[in-house]
Structures are given as structure tokens and as C-alpha cells.
């Protein structure tokens, strides 16, 4: 009996070495947060032949804090996944305010709504795809914020599923549910068709800081000149 007692804990503690590792790396695992930034509508092509520079990315805060986006970057990858390219660089000071958004669109597209960023439609970059390909937001460090692809090929990169590709003149943007953009990292539930696009510029800090231009003090040197006027008047009256 003493025997077994001993080999059933010698057996025990055996198991215990061999599992303690994978038990280490179960509980240091999480999930991923939902990004604050994230791709919210995208247009790939306009109506008819001749729209291909027809199309925008619009991004949006979804977080309650204002994010600066200096140097992170807009990469588009064909559907095929052969080819890469990064065809925006945010400049310095590129804040963006909580439910804001910023508009990015070729050069020559949406003139009349600004402030926005442009990029450039050439033989380096046709724009992109209407079938399918994928856009990938990157920071400044190079991590990976947000992505959406769309389409039908299986070897067009995604966040677990592709996101249907919309039509000549219509979009995909997030759902939004109580207020709030979806963000569950699967681009099929997370996108709907749209009919009619809805490009924004809204972009406005909740909590502007005051103009420092003196006007307390010309209020103070009005209320002055109005007390100077009433004792002229009394002095006249007096005499």
C-alpha cells in the first residue's frame, strides 16, 4: 500500500512538470482589445467606365480620447496578396478627436469637402481594386491597427472573413450599433453595403482651449469708458 501511495504522488508531481508550461502560457494569454482607430467606409469605384480614381478611405476615432496619428501609414495589398504598397503617410500633428473621422481620397476626387488627405493615382498605384484587395492601417511603430479586406478570393487577407466588394458608386461602412462603430475583427459582420456613400470630415476637439486675444481685457476697458460717461453726465446735470 505504502508503495502505491508513493508512485501515485511520484506520478502526480510528474504530471505537474509536464503540464506546468502549458498551463504558464494559458494564463498569460488575453484578447486583443478592438482598435481605437479604425477603417469605417470604404469606396473602390465610381458608376460607369472611367470612375476608377472614384474612390475614399474614410477612418474613425471610436475612442473617447484624441489620437495622434503621425506617421502611421495606409498600405493596400491586391487580392492575390502578391503585392504591397504603403500610398499614404500621415503628417505630423494628424489628431484625430473622439467620433471624429478623416477622409483620404486621390487628389482630384471629393474637391469640395475638406480638410482631408490626398494621395496620388499613378502607374505605381492604380488605386484600389473593385473586386477585391485589402487595406491594412499601420502605426508609427509599425504595429498593425485596423484591416479590412474584400471580396472573394481566398488569398485576399482579412480579419477572419471578407467583407462583400461594393458595387461602382456604392461603399461598405461599420455597422453601427447603440452609437457605436462594431469593431468584432471579422469584416463580414462588421460591414454593410451602402447604396449612397457617406464621406466625412467631421473631425472637431470636444474641448477647444479658449483664443488668447485679450478680449478680457477690452471688456474690462469697455465696462471703464462706460463709468466715465455716466460721471460726465452727472457732473453736466450738477451744474
Same mark, same amino acid.
Given at each position: 500500500?505504502?508503495?502505491?501511495?508513493?508512485?501515485? %504522488?511520484?506520478?502526480?508531481?510528474? %504530471?505537474? %512538470?509536464?503540464?506546468?508550461?502549458?498551463?504558464?502560457?494559458? @494564463?498569460?494569454?488575453?484578447?486583443?482589445?478592438?482598435?481605437?482607430?479604425?477603417?469605417?467606409?470604404?469606396?473602390?469605384?465610381?458608376?460607369?467606365?472611367?470612375?476608377?480614381? $472614384?474612390?475614399?478611405?474614410?477612418?474613425?476615432?471610436?475612442?473617447?480620447?484624441?489620437?495622434?496619428?503621425?506617421?502611421?501609414?495606409?498600405?493596400?495589398?491586391?487580392?492575390?496578396?502578391?503585392?504591397? &504598397?504603403?500610398?499614404?503617410?500621415?503628417?505630423?500633428?494628424?489628431?484625430?478627436?473622439?467620433?471624429?473621422?478623416?477622409?483620404?481620397?486621390?487628389?482630384?476626387?471629393?474637391?469640395?469637402? @475638406?480638410? &482631408?488627405?490626398?494621395?496620388?493615382?499613378?502607374?505605381?498605384?492604380?488605386?484600389? @481594386?473593385?473586386?477585391?484587395?485589402?487595406?491594412?492601417?499601420?502605426?508609427?511603430?509599425?504595429?498593425?491597427?485596423?484591416?479590412?479586406?474584400?471580396?472573394?478570393?481566398?488569398?485576399?487577407?482579412?480579419?477572419?472573413?471578407?467583407?462583400?466588394?461594393?458595387?461602382?458608386?456604392?461603399?461598405?461602412?461599420?455597422?453601427?450599433?447603440?452609437?457605436?462603430?462594431?469593431?468584432?475583427?471579422?469584416?463580414?459582420?462588421?460591414?454593410?453595403?451602402?447604396?449612397?456613400?457617406?464621406?466625412?470630415?467631421?473631425?472637431?476637439?470636444?474641448?477647444? $482651449?479658449?483664443?488668447?486675444?485679450?478680449?478680457?481685457?477690452?471688456?474690462?476697458?469697455?465696462?471703464?469708458?462706460?463709468?466715465?460717461?455716466?460721471?460726465?453726465?452727472?457732473?453736466?446735470?450738477?451744474?
Amino acid at each position: 500500500m505504502r508503495l502505491s501511495a508513493q508512485l501515485i %504522488l511520484s506520478t502526480i508531481a510528474a %504530471l505537474f %512538470l509536464v503540464l506546468s508550461p502549458v498551463l504558464k502560457i494559458k @494564463a498569460e494569454t488575453t484578447t486583443a482589445e478592438p482598435a481605437d482607430v479604425v477603417i469605417n467606409e470604404i469606396q473602390t469605384n465610381g458608376v460607369g467606365t472611367g470612375t476608377t480614381g $472614384e474612390e475614399f478611405i474614410e477612418i474613425k476615432n471610436i475612442s473617447e480620447d484624441a489620437i495622434d496619428i503621425t506617421d502611421w501609414k495606409l498600405q493596400y495589398t491586391t487580392s492575390t496578396g502578391a503585392t504591397s &504598397k504603403v500610398f499614404v503617410t500621415f503628417e505630423a500633428d494628424t489628431i484625430i478627436y473622439p467620433e471624429g473621422f478623416l477622409l483620404i481620397t486621390p487628389d482630384d476626387y471629393l474637391t469640395d469637402l @475638406a480638410p &482631408k488627405v490626398t494621395y496620388t493615382i499613378n502607374s505605381s498605384f492604380s488605386g484600389l @481594386a473593385s473586386t477585391g484587395g485589402t487595406l491594412t492601417l499601420i502605426d508609427s511603430s509599425d504595429a498593425i491597427v485596423d484591416r479590412v479586406g474584400w471580396g472573394t478570393k481566398a488569398t485576399t487577407l482579412c480579419e477572419t472573413e471578407l467583407a462583400t466588394a461594393p458595387e461602382g458608386g456604392k461603399s461598405i461602412e461599420r455597422i453601427v450599433e447603440g452609437g457605436k462603430a462594431v469593431d468584432t475583427n471579422n469584416n463580414k459582420n462588421d460591414f454593410v453595403k451602402l447604396e449612397t456613400p457617406t464621406p466625412e470630415i467631421i473631425n472637431e476637439n470636444p474641448n477647444p $482651449e479658449p483664443p488668447d486675444d485679450g478680449s478680457g481685457e477690452n471688456d474690462d476697458s469697455g465696462s471703464g469708458n462706460n463709468n466715465n460717461d455716466e460721471d460726465d453726465t452727472q457732473n453736466q446735470d450738477n451744474n
